[in-house]
């Protein structure tokens, strides 16, 4: 049987394409990587081959294909994960549910002034106040799911699922821009830096040899 065909960008860039990459992978569900260079000839050679809006992730199944990456880890829940993916409850796969899809629409000022760069260390850029209360949005809401879900799991929900995936790319923000975090969110980072499909994907990210020169260029505090 063939294996299902997983388009994404360049692991050090593309938050996207991480989120249903790490759940298939942690989950172990096999799949043939595809990987398109953001920003290059290559990419806009090809992406119209595997998406309809010309944007990575992408998922080939068979005669089934699927784009936009909660939809994907939608479809790999059903697909290959038995509904490991969420939590079994109802009310807290609801609350995972609005706070997964809480990420996958907002967060605008955050996704912009702190891109993902993994291969980023932390230096004198900052940002402004509405990625600030972005990054405050985002440590409250770990805090509360943790308090109110976590149990005895290192993850928001307990163990590992589509909402840790998720928010995993906010977590290399955090990490690459040098945000301040509670405790809780650092114990939460940790857990995530310590899967071994995160690390296998940081590994990955920083050997490719392209650059996003905007991206890259983030380095100096933006004016007061």
């Not at 394409?17 to 799949?31: E, I, K």
């Not at 996958?104 to 900052?126: E, I, K, V």
């Not at 405050?136 to 149990?151: F, I, K, N, P």
């Not at 040899?209 to 890259?216: G, H, M």
Request: net charge negative; aromatic share 10%.
């Amino acid at each position: 049987m063939r294996l299902p065909v997983l388009v994404i960008g360049n692991k050090n860039y593309s938050s996207w394409s991480l989120r249903p990459w790490l759940l298939l992978s942690h989950f172990g569900v096999a799949f043939e990587e595809v990987r398109l260079p953001l920003d290059t000839p290559q990419f806009a050679a090809e992406v119209g081959r595997h998406s309809p809006t010309g944007k990575v992730p992408a998922l080939h199944d068979g005669d089934v294909h699927v784009w936009d990456s909660l939809a994907i880890c939608e479809y790999v829940n059903e697909r290959w994960l038995d509904g490991q993916g969420w939590p079994r409850e109802r009310a807290a796969r609801a609350v995972a549910r609005a706070a997964a899809a809480e990420m996958h629409a907002g967060f605008t000022a955050l996704r912009t002034q702190l891109p993902m760069n993994s291969r980023r260390t932390p230096d004198a850029y900052r940002w402004d106040a509405a990625a600030q209360r972005d990054i405050d949005r985002v440590q409250a809401l770990w805090r509360e799911l943790r308090e109110a879900h976590g149990g005895d799991g290192d993850f928001l929900f307990g163990g590992f699922g589509i909402v840790d995936a998720m928010y995993a790319p906010v977590a290399v923000r955090f990490d690459g821009y040098g945000v301040e975090v509670d405790d809780t969110t650092r114990r939460y980072m940790q857990a995530l830096f310590a899967l071994p499909a995160m690390q296998a994907w940081r590994a990955a990210a920083a050997l490719e040899p392209e650059s996003v020169p905007a991206t890259d260029a983030l380095r100096k505090p933006l004016p007061a």
